[in-house]
């Protein structure tokens, strides 16, 4: 029997040991998948735990993506360009960290039936500019014209120089923008059922939608936010981000087990159901 963990704080809300277990069953494996509580000051050492014989790997989430980084042994092209991990591999005790979000948000694109082709093809504009937002970034650089707009500019602009092929654009034009957008992305937190926060808010201003676009939220609890209610509501093909927590979980599966194929499916059903009886 192998272990596998998720080093988060708090450790509580996170749907991934649900779809892990329900995958694991599926595939007729008897390894664990448990969230571990793991406050900041205690990661060298929940890190360190990670390289024990019986760990397989682990998931890694808020607050530890970016601080993790330094004490692994290594780290994928994608994770040291996206500046997060969300997945460790442990190999005879050397760790490996890899970021499967940017799969993760690939797969919620296509799932949604968007076709990605060269740089001069769709134009996609990312609202956000944090983590969230560099994973799509990444997974879209060359694949698409990208613009990132976000509340606090100057971290906008930051992404935009870590990314040539980004042009950053202050909120107030966001407008003018969206007449042209093929793909509307929401990567802020904007909308999310959170402590203290209202999630009936929409990341777009009042009465402003795209024209056309495809609109695709990372948020998924709610399962539909404002944003996507509002563009349902205006004809829009409206997606959420249950689609990329469940294919960047089966990404991080294929990375521990080393199988092409684990049960998608299973996942899918098992996040679903949890998120609806919260
Ligand atoms: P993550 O790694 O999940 O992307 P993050 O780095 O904290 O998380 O980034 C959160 C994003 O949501 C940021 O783009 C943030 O905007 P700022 O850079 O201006 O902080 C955005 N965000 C959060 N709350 C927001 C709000 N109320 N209005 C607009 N943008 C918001």
Do not use: C
């Not at 890899?98 to 769709?122: I, K, P, Q």
């Not at 999310?192 to 948020?219: F, T």
């Amino acid at each position: 029997m192998a272990e596998l963990r998720l080093l988060a704080w708090p450790a509580g809300h996170s749907l991934s040991p649900v779809m892990h277990t329900a995958a694991l069953k599926e595939l007729g494996l008897t390894h664990t998948y448990r969230a571990v509580a793991v406050p900041p000051e205690k990661l060298q050492g929940a890190v360190n735990g990670l390289r024990s014989a019986g760990v397989l790997g682990a998931n890694v989430t808020v607050p530890h993506k970016e601080r993790i980084m330094p004490l692994l042994d290594s780290v994928s092209d994608a994770a040291r360009k996206v500046g997060a991990v969300n997945t460790v591999t442990n190999s005879d005790g050397r760790l490996h960290g890899d970021n499967t979000d940017v799969h993760g948000f690939l797969a919620l694109l296509e799932s949604a039936g968007v076709r990605l082709a060269g740089d001069g093809g769709l134009s996609v504009v990312v609202l956000g500019a944090g983590g969230a937002a560099r994973a799509a970034v990444y997974g879209l650089a060359g694949h698409a014209r990208l613009t990132v707009i976000n509340r606090t500019v100057a971290r906008a602009e930051a992404l935009a120089a870590a990314f040539p092929q980004v042009e950053a654009v202050a909120p107030a034009a966001s407008e003018e923008l969206l007449e042209e957008a093929d793909v509307l992305v929401n990567t802020t937190s904007v909308g999310m059922e959170l402590e203290g926060r209202d999630p009936d808010e929409s990341p777009l201003p009042p009465g402003v939608l795209p024209a056309r676009a495809v609109v695709v939220d990372m948020v998924y609890r709610p399962e539909r936010t404002r944003l996507l209610r509002d563009a349902a509501t205006a004809g829009l093909p409206a997606f959420g981000g249950l689609e990329m927590l469940v294919q960047q979980g089966a990404a991080s599966l294929r990375l521990w087990t080393g199988l092409a194929d684990v049960p998608v499916s299973a996942m899918r059903s098992a996040a679903r159901a949890a998120l609806s009886g919260d």
